[in-house]
Protein backbone atom coordinates (compact mmCIF):
# COMPACT_ATOMS: atom_id res chain seq x y z
CA UNK A 1 0.00 0.00 0.00
CA UNK A 2 1.51 3.44 -0.96
CA UNK A 3 2.05 5.78 2.30
CA UNK A 4 -0.86 6.19 4.07
CA UNK A 5 -2.48 9.42 5.05
CA UNK A 6 -3.52 11.08 8.31
CA UNK A 7 -6.79 9.95 8.44
CA UNK A 8 -6.05 6.44 7.71
CA UNK A 9 -3.13 6.43 9.83
CA UNK A 10 -4.83 7.82 12.94
CA UNK A 11 -7.31 4.82 12.59
CA UNK A 12 -5.05 2.18 12.03
CA UNK A 13 -1.44 2.88 13.14
CA UNK A 14 -0.05 0.78 16.09
CA UNK A 15 -3.60 -0.48 16.21
CA UNK A 16 -3.72 -4.14 14.36
CA UNK A 17 -6.38 -6.48 15.20
CA UNK A 18 -5.21 -8.28 18.80
CA UNK A 19 -3.23 -11.87 17.69
CA UNK A 20 -4.95 -13.67 20.62
CA UNK A 21 -8.91 -12.53 19.97
CA UNK A 22 -9.05 -10.25 16.78
CA UNK A 23 -10.30 -7.53 18.76
CA UNK A 24 -9.97 -4.38 16.71
CA UNK A 25 -9.43 -2.08 19.04
CA UNK A 26 -6.49 -1.86 21.16
CA UNK A 27 -7.34 -3.58 24.82
CA UNK A 28 -6.87 -1.99 27.46
CA UNK A 29 -4.11 -3.83 29.12
CA UNK A 30 -4.46 -3.05 32.71
CA UNK A 31 -1.95 -4.18 34.16
CA UNK A 32 1.30 -3.60 36.22
CA UNK A 33 3.55 -6.31 35.79
CA UNK A 34 4.33 -9.40 33.30
CA UNK A 35 5.21 -12.98 34.55
CA UNK A 36 8.48 -14.23 33.44
CA UNK A 37 9.20 -17.80 31.94
CA UNK A 38 12.46 -17.11 33.66
CA UNK A 39 14.54 -14.07 34.85
CA UNK A 40 14.91 -11.55 32.08
CA UNK A 41 12.89 -14.06 29.31
CA UNK A 42 9.88 -12.24 28.46
CA UNK A 43 7.63 -11.35 25.89
CA UNK A 44 8.96 -7.15 25.67
CA UNK A 45 7.14 -6.17 28.82
CA UNK A 46 8.64 -6.34 31.84
CA UNK A 47 6.99 -3.61 34.35
CA UNK A 48 4.41 -1.31 32.77
CA UNK A 49 6.26 1.87 33.96
CA UNK A 50 8.94 0.93 31.16
CA UNK A 51 5.85 -0.72 28.47
CA UNK A 52 2.63 -1.12 28.60
CA UNK A 53 0.94 -2.32 25.44
CA UNK A 54 -1.94 0.19 25.05
CA UNK A 55 0.81 2.65 25.79
CA UNK A 56 2.99 1.49 23.23
CA UNK A 57 -0.16 1.84 20.51
CA UNK A 58 -0.59 5.12 21.59
CA UNK A 59 2.96 5.86 21.30
CA UNK A 60 3.08 4.88 17.24
CA UNK A 61 -0.07 6.28 16.52
CA UNK A 62 0.83 9.53 17.77
CA UNK A 63 4.60 9.16 15.85
CA UNK A 64 3.01 8.24 12.90
CA UNK A 65 0.51 11.24 12.62
CA UNK A 66 3.48 13.93 13.69
CA UNK A 67 5.93 12.21 10.82
CA UNK A 68 8.12 11.44 13.78
CA UNK A 69 10.17 8.34 14.27
CA UNK A 70 9.18 7.70 18.08
CA UNK A 71 6.57 8.80 20.35
CA UNK A 72 6.70 8.72 24.29
CA UNK A 73 3.34 9.40 25.86
CA UNK A 74 2.86 11.26 29.47
CA UNK A 75 0.64 11.65 32.19
CA UNK A 76 0.39 14.98 31.66
CA UNK A 77 1.15 18.11 28.77
CA UNK A 78 3.89 18.94 31.69
CA UNK A 79 5.29 15.80 32.29
CA UNK A 80 5.90 15.53 28.74
CA UNK A 81 7.70 18.80 28.83
CA UNK A 82 9.56 18.14 32.18
CA UNK A 83 11.42 15.12 29.89
CA UNK A 84 11.95 17.37 27.50
CA UNK A 85 14.41 19.77 30.10
CA UNK A 86 15.51 16.53 31.40
CA UNK A 87 17.98 16.56 28.73
CA UNK A 88 19.52 19.88 29.44
CA UNK A 89 22.09 20.25 32.39
CA UNK A 90 22.77 22.96 35.16
CA UNK A 91 24.25 26.03 33.98
CA UNK A 92 22.36 25.62 30.12
CA UNK A 93 20.16 28.72 28.82
CA UNK A 94 16.85 28.13 27.06
CA UNK A 95 15.63 30.85 24.44
CA UNK A 96 11.85 30.41 24.98
CA UNK A 97 8.97 32.58 22.99
CA UNK A 98 7.67 34.93 25.35
CA UNK A 99 3.60 34.37 25.14
CA UNK A 100 3.36 30.58 26.52
CA UNK A 101 1.14 28.09 28.45
CA UNK A 102 1.27 29.66 31.98
CA UNK A 103 2.38 26.25 33.66
CA UNK A 104 4.80 26.17 30.97
CA UNK A 105 5.97 29.62 31.79
CA UNK A 106 5.79 28.19 35.97
CA UNK A 107 8.23 25.02 35.46
CA UNK A 108 10.94 27.09 33.83
CA UNK A 109 10.47 29.91 35.95
CA UNK A 110 9.77 28.04 39.69
CA UNK A 111 11.18 24.53 39.41
CA UNK A 112 14.34 24.30 36.28
CA UNK A 113 15.69 27.77 37.16
CA UNK A 114 16.33 26.35 40.73
CA UNK A 115 18.23 23.38 39.22
CA UNK A 116 20.47 25.88 37.57
CA UNK A 117 19.16 26.71 34.29
CA UNK A 118 18.20 30.19 32.87
CA UNK A 119 15.68 31.13 30.42
CA UNK A 120 15.32 34.09 28.32
CA UNK A 121 11.72 35.26 27.01
CA UNK A 122 11.85 36.86 24.03
CA UNK A 123 9.38 37.94 20.77
CA UNK A 124 9.98 35.17 18.43
CA UNK A 125 7.57 36.53 16.12
CA UNK A 126 10.60 38.49 14.88
CA UNK A 127 13.27 35.65 14.14
CA UNK A 128 16.42 38.46 14.78
CA UNK A 129 15.62 38.19 18.71
CA UNK A 130 17.09 35.23 18.24
CA UNK A 131 20.46 35.80 17.59
CA UNK A 132 19.72 38.83 20.24
CA UNK A 133 18.74 36.27 22.97
CA UNK A 134 21.97 33.89 22.20
CA UNK A 135 24.39 33.28 24.70
CA UNK A 136 27.48 31.02 25.13
CA UNK A 137 25.71 28.39 26.84
CA UNK A 138 22.64 28.76 24.70
CA UNK A 139 21.38 24.66 24.36
CA UNK A 140 17.75 24.72 23.57
CA UNK A 141 14.95 26.88 21.74
CA UNK A 142 11.75 26.39 23.15
CA UNK A 143 8.42 27.35 20.44
CA UNK A 144 4.68 27.38 21.13
CA UNK A 145 2.95 28.19 17.82
CA UNK A 146 0.01 29.62 17.56
CA UNK A 147 1.24 30.59 21.00
CA UNK A 148 -1.20 30.49 24.50
CA UNK A 149 -2.95 32.85 25.01
CA UNK A 150 -1.76 35.75 22.00
CA UNK A 151 -2.51 33.35 19.22
CA UNK A 152 1.37 34.53 17.65
CA UNK A 153 2.58 32.88 15.02
CA UNK A 154 6.38 31.80 14.88
CA UNK A 155 8.36 31.00 11.70
CA UNK A 156 9.57 27.34 12.22
CA UNK A 157 11.64 27.20 9.33
CA UNK A 158 13.64 30.13 10.85
CA UNK A 159 13.87 28.79 14.03
CA UNK A 160 15.05 25.41 13.19
CA UNK A 161 17.71 26.82 10.52
CA UNK A 162 19.07 28.89 13.90
CA UNK A 163 18.82 25.90 15.93
CA UNK A 164 21.06 23.85 13.64
CA UNK A 165 23.79 26.57 12.89
CA UNK A 166 24.04 27.22 16.47
CA UNK A 167 23.94 23.82 17.67
CA UNK A 168 21.06 23.90 19.54
CA UNK A 169 17.93 21.95 20.31
CA UNK A 170 14.51 22.92 18.69
CA UNK A 171 11.09 22.23 20.75
CA UNK A 172 7.99 23.00 19.39
CA UNK A 173 4.80 22.56 21.64
CA UNK A 174 2.19 21.54 18.81
CA UNK A 175 -0.72 21.47 21.57
CA UNK A 176 -2.67 24.25 19.60
CA UNK A 177 -2.55 23.62 15.80
CA UNK A 178 -2.56 19.69 16.27
CA UNK A 179 -0.05 17.70 13.62
CA UNK A 180 -3.59 18.32 11.44
CA UNK A 181 -2.48 21.67 10.90
CA UNK A 182 1.11 21.72 11.28
CA UNK A 183 4.12 19.49 10.84
CA UNK A 184 7.27 21.07 12.77
CA UNK A 185 9.28 18.31 12.54
CA UNK A 186 9.12 18.27 8.59
CA UNK A 187 10.06 22.04 8.95
CA UNK A 188 13.37 21.03 10.82
CA UNK A 189 12.43 20.97 14.56
CA UNK A 190 13.77 17.99 16.76
CA UNK A 191 10.96 17.48 19.05
CA UNK A 192 7.69 18.21 19.78
CA UNK A 193 6.08 17.94 22.84
CA UNK A 194 1.98 17.98 23.15
CA UNK A 195 -0.77 18.20 25.76
CA UNK A 196 -2.88 15.00 25.08
CA UNK A 197 -5.82 16.51 27.22
CA UNK A 198 -6.86 18.99 24.43
CA UNK A 199 -7.31 18.11 20.91
CA UNK A 200 -5.62 14.74 20.40
CA UNK A 201 -7.82 13.57 23.17
CA UNK A 202 -10.60 15.83 22.14
CA UNK A 203 -13.33 14.65 24.71
CA UNK A 204 -12.17 17.36 27.96
CA UNK A 205 -12.06 13.17 29.77
CA UNK A 206 -8.39 13.06 30.56
CA UNK A 207 -4.92 14.54 30.97
CA UNK A 208 -1.90 13.39 29.10
CA UNK A 209 0.75 14.38 27.41
CA UNK A 210 3.56 13.56 24.24
CA UNK A 211 6.80 13.98 23.01
CA UNK A 212 7.64 13.16 19.50
CA UNK A 213 11.24 13.10 18.05
CA UNK A 214 13.03 11.57 14.76
CA UNK A 215 16.69 11.83 16.71
CA UNK A 216 17.77 8.93 17.92
CA UNK A 217 19.80 10.13 21.17
CA UNK A 218 17.00 12.88 22.11
CA UNK A 219 14.76 9.39 21.83
CA UNK A 220 17.05 7.08 24.31
CA UNK A 221 17.31 9.73 26.61
CA UNK A 222 14.22 10.86 26.72
CA UNK A 223 12.91 7.14 26.69
CA UNK A 224 14.62 6.68 29.65
CA UNK A 225 13.72 9.37 31.42
CA UNK A 226 9.94 8.53 30.79
CA UNK A 227 10.66 5.13 33.08
CA UNK A 228 13.37 6.71 35.22
CA UNK A 229 10.88 9.25 36.27
CA UNK A 230 8.08 7.55 36.07
CA UNK A 231 5.11 10.35 34.44
CA UNK A 232 3.38 7.92 32.08
CA UNK A 233 0.05 7.56 31.59
CA UNK A 234 -2.38 4.59 32.80
CA UNK A 235 -3.19 2.14 30.07
CA UNK A 236 -7.22 3.65 30.10
CA UNK A 237 -5.97 6.91 29.24
CA UNK A 238 -4.03 6.01 26.66
CA UNK A 239 -7.29 3.56 25.18
CA UNK A 240 -9.29 7.02 25.15
CA UNK A 241 -6.56 9.04 23.67
CA UNK A 242 -6.47 6.89 20.74
CA UNK A 243 -10.28 6.62 20.51
CA UNK A 244 -9.57 10.27 20.21
CA UNK A 245 -7.34 10.52 17.90
CA UNK A 246 -9.58 8.45 15.24
CA UNK A 247 -11.89 11.74 14.84
CA UNK A 248 -8.99 14.12 15.20
CA UNK A 249 -9.46 15.36 11.42
CA UNK A 250 -13.35 15.48 11.21
CA UNK A 251 -12.91 17.28 15.04
CA UNK A 252 -10.33 19.83 13.64
CA UNK A 253 -12.37 20.53 10.81
CA UNK A 254 -15.71 21.48 12.80
CA UNK A 255 -13.50 22.92 15.37
CA UNK A 256 -11.94 25.31 12.44
CA UNK A 257 -14.94 26.39 10.50
CA UNK A 258 -16.76 27.17 13.73
CA UNK A 259 -13.98 29.04 14.91
CA UNK A 260 -14.04 31.35 11.93
CA UNK A 261 -17.51 32.11 12.23
CA UNK A 262 -17.38 33.39 15.87
CA UNK A 263 -13.79 35.11 14.62
CA UNK A 264 -15.64 36.97 12.19
CA UNK A 265 -18.66 37.52 14.01
CA UNK A 266 -16.50 39.12 17.51
CA UNK A 267 -14.70 41.21 14.37
CA UNK A 268 -17.99 42.69 13.56
CA UNK A 269 -19.49 43.19 16.93
CA UNK A 270 -19.21 46.92 18.73
CA UNK A 271 -18.12 45.54 21.80
CA UNK A 272 -15.01 44.19 20.74
CA UNK A 273 -11.67 45.83 20.81
CA UNK A 274 -10.14 43.22 18.99
CA UNK A 275 -10.12 39.82 17.53
CA UNK A 276 -6.90 37.41 17.79
CA UNK A 277 -7.57 34.81 15.20
CA UNK A 278 -4.66 33.06 12.50
CA UNK A 279 -7.58 32.53 10.08
CA UNK A 280 -8.11 36.42 9.98
CA UNK A 281 -6.15 38.46 7.38
CA UNK A 282 -5.57 41.06 10.23
CA UNK A 283 -3.29 38.23 11.96
CA UNK A 284 -0.21 40.12 11.95
CA UNK A 285 1.56 36.54 10.54
CA UNK A 286 -1.27 35.78 8.30
CA UNK A 287 0.98 35.33 5.39
CA UNK A 288 3.25 32.84 7.82
CA UNK A 289 -0.09 31.16 8.48
CA UNK A 290 -0.43 30.21 4.74
CA UNK A 291 3.01 29.04 4.07
CA UNK A 292 3.40 27.23 7.44
CA UNK A 293 0.33 25.79 8.47
CA UNK A 294 -2.82 23.36 6.62
CA UNK A 295 -5.56 25.09 8.67
CA UNK A 296 -5.91 27.63 11.76
CA UNK A 297 -7.13 25.95 14.93
CA UNK A 298 -10.48 26.38 16.74
CA UNK A 299 -8.93 28.96 19.21
CA UNK A 300 -9.81 32.37 19.34
CA UNK A 301 -9.04 35.31 21.36
CA UNK A 302 -10.15 39.05 21.66
CA UNK A 303 -10.72 41.82 23.96
CA UNK A 304 -13.48 43.73 25.01
CA UNK A 305 -14.13 47.59 24.82
CA UNK A 306 -14.21 47.17 28.52
CA UNK A 307 -12.42 46.27 31.95
CA UNK A 308 -12.36 43.42 34.30
CA UNK A 309 -15.76 44.39 35.67
CA UNK A 310 -17.30 43.54 32.13
CA UNK A 311 -15.25 41.10 31.27
CA UNK A 312 -16.59 39.05 34.31
CA UNK A 313 -20.48 40.08 33.12
CA UNK A 314 -19.65 38.87 29.68
CA UNK A 315 -18.20 34.98 31.42
CA UNK A 316 -21.14 34.84 33.98
CA UNK A 317 -23.63 35.41 31.08
CA UNK A 318 -22.95 32.64 28.64
CA UNK A 319 -24.22 29.36 28.81
CA UNK A 320 -23.27 27.22 25.80
CA UNK A 321 -19.07 28.35 26.25
CA UNK A 322 -18.49 27.07 29.58
CA UNK A 323 -16.16 28.90 32.27
CA UNK A 324 -13.12 26.58 32.33
CA UNK A 325 -9.31 26.06 32.10
CA UNK A 326 -8.31 23.85 28.90
CA UNK A 327 -9.27 23.74 25.52
CA UNK A 328 -9.10 21.21 22.57
CA UNK A 329 -12.67 19.21 23.53
CA UNK A 330 -15.67 18.99 21.58
CA UNK A 331 -17.30 21.33 23.64
CA UNK A 332 -16.80 25.49 24.09
CA UNK A 333 -15.37 26.83 27.14
CA UNK A 334 -14.17 30.31 27.63
CA UNK A 335 -11.16 31.43 29.62
CA UNK A 336 -10.25 34.78 31.23
CA UNK A 337 -6.10 34.33 31.05
CA UNK A 338 -5.54 36.76 33.55
CA UNK A 339 -7.30 35.29 36.16
CA UNK A 340 -6.97 31.57 35.15
CA UNK A 341 -4.34 29.64 32.99
CA UNK A 342 -1.82 32.24 33.10
CA UNK A 343 -1.76 33.95 36.55
CA UNK A 344 1.44 31.90 37.15
CA UNK A 345 2.89 35.10 35.05
CA UNK A 346 3.36 37.86 36.85
CA UNK A 347 1.34 40.99 36.56
CA UNK A 348 3.92 43.41 35.08
CA UNK A 349 4.55 40.56 32.39
CA UNK A 350 1.37 40.19 31.68
CA UNK A 351 1.02 43.73 30.92
CA UNK A 352 3.68 43.81 28.55
CA UNK A 353 2.69 40.92 26.95
CA UNK A 354 -0.87 41.60 26.36
CA UNK A 355 -2.77 39.42 28.06
CA UNK A 356 -5.01 42.05 29.88
CA UNK A 357 -8.06 42.18 32.27
CA UNK A 358 -10.29 41.97 29.22
CA UNK A 359 -8.95 39.51 26.99
CA UNK A 360 -11.12 36.12 26.81
CA UNK A 361 -9.68 33.04 25.37
CA UNK A 362 -12.21 31.26 23.33
CA UNK A 363 -11.57 27.03 22.91
CA UNK A 364 -14.85 27.23 19.88
CA UNK A 365 -16.50 23.47 20.21
CA UNK A 366 -17.87 21.39 17.50
CA UNK A 367 -21.26 22.43 18.57
CA UNK A 368 -24.25 23.97 16.09
CA UNK A 369 -22.21 27.21 14.86
CA UNK A 370 -25.58 28.94 14.98
CA UNK A 371 -26.38 28.09 18.46
CA UNK A 372 -23.06 29.69 19.58
CA UNK A 373 -23.01 32.51 17.84
CA UNK A 374 -26.51 33.26 19.76
CA UNK A 375 -24.48 32.66 22.98
CA UNK A 376 -22.10 35.17 22.46
CA UNK A 377 -23.82 37.75 21.14
CA UNK A 378 -26.69 37.43 24.30
CA UNK A 379 -23.95 37.57 26.44
CA UNK A 380 -22.06 40.41 25.07
CA UNK A 381 -25.28 42.81 25.18
CA UNK A 382 -24.14 42.67 29.12
CA UNK A 383 -21.29 44.30 28.57
O1 LIG B 1 -2.46 20.38 31.31
P1 LIG B 1 -1.39 19.47 30.74
O2 LIG B 1 -1.91 18.31 29.99
O3 LIG B 1 -0.35 19.12 31.74
O4 LIG B 1 -0.66 20.33 29.57
C1 LIG B 1 0.04 21.52 29.83
C2 LIG B 1 0.02 22.39 28.59
C3 LIG B 1 1.12 22.36 27.75
N1 LIG B 1 1.16 23.11 26.63
C4 LIG B 1 0.14 23.91 26.29
C5 LIG B 1 0.23 24.73 25.04
C6 LIG B 1 -1.02 23.97 27.08
O5 LIG B 1 -2.02 24.75 26.68
C7 LIG B 1 -1.08 23.19 28.27
C8 LIG B 1 -2.25 23.23 29.18
N2 LIG B 1 -3.07 24.32 28.96
C9 LIG B 1 -4.22 24.62 29.65
C10 LIG B 1 -4.69 23.88 30.66
C11 LIG B 1 -4.93 25.83 29.21
O6 LIG B 1 -6.11 26.02 29.54
O7 LIG B 1 -4.31 26.64 28.49
Known sequence: MSQMKFETKAIHIGQEPDKTTGAIIVPIYQTSTYVQESPGKHKGYEYSRTANPTRLAL??????????RFGLAFSSGMAAI????????AGDHVISCDDLYGGTYRIFEKVYKDYGLEFSYVDLTSPENLSKALR??????????PTNPLLKVIDLKKVSEFAKKHNLISVVDNTFATPYFQKPLS???DIVVHSSTKY???HSDLVGGAILTSNQAYYDRMKFCQNAVGGVPGPFDCFLVLRGLKTLSLRMREHEDNAIQVANFLSAHKKVKRVIFPGLKSH?????VQKQMNGFGGIVSFELRSNLAGAKRFLRKLKLFSLAE????????ADHPGIMTHSSIPPALRRKLGISDSLIRLSVGIENKEDLLEDLRRALSFV
Open 59 to 68: EKCLASLEEA
Open 82 to 89: SVVMNLLK
Open 136 to 145: KNSKMVWVET
Open 187 to 189: LGI
Open 284 to 288: PDYKL
Open 326 to 333: SLGGVESL
Open 200 to 202: LGG
